[in-house]
């Protein structure tokens, strides 16, 4: 997940799962020059809502185990990064991660909407289900919203 590696880095540079922001958005913005303070700022978003990592303090703090995480030598994160996923997004990620076909998986969500007249993030959350998929926080934000 490129996301993941992207945010992996910095607590990975300095040996550490918690992070001040300040260091964070540094790391990203002036150490790796990979993003803007700004736009190294709105990756601290969007890894928080995907449950990468939590705010407490004006600490970015890891959810996952950066050292784990492997780095390619020339890995450049993509600025699509900085777009955040819909819980559609996610749940189907989880899926083509778990092994399912992304075609099958996207066919099979539109026949449960399509069948239940729910959104597709309820019925993305169902199939995922269904299959023994956990989709984490999608799920969960699905379900809230039906």
Known sequence: MSLEVAVAVPFKQRGTDSLGEGEFVVALSLDRDWFSPDQAKRLIDVAAGRGLVTREDGQVVAAFDPAGVAVPEDYEPDQSLLREQSA?????DALVAAGHDKREAVAGVNDLQRRLGVSVEAAAALYAKRRGVDAGDA???AREEL
């Open 88 to 92: 559609f997004e996610r749940i189907l």
């Open 139 to 141: 799920a969960r934000k």
